[in-house]
């Protein structure tokens, strides 16, 4: 039986028993000093499948607590480090958007959704 479209499914997985070096929680934790873009080119990966193992291996850091007063300067290095829009503005007292304005006004290019 032949498929529409050419591509049969899986067909860019990795065989089965193949081993991921980002399934070791050991091996990741070693990594955690990392961008997480970095991570993601050594393993062959998005950042957001790195992400989403640090957060299954609980090796995600918790934000740092802001003041009631958040300036451009305390938020852009935390976004540079890999912290969402919406986590930095859950640490603060901001929305996502005013955040995302305040990155932006730093001039810093924000990044793709997942990565």
Known sequence: MSQVGGTRP???RKPLGVRRPHWDKGWM???LHLPRERIA???GCSAHTIYLWQKRFGLLKPLPPLPEKVDVDQIAPLYERGYSLRALARAC???HETVRQRVLDAGIELRKRGK
């Open 29 to 31: 934790r070693d990594r």
């Open 93 to 95: 007292p901001l929305s």
């Open 10 to 12: 899986g067909a860019g």
């Open 41 to 43: 080119e050594e393993c």
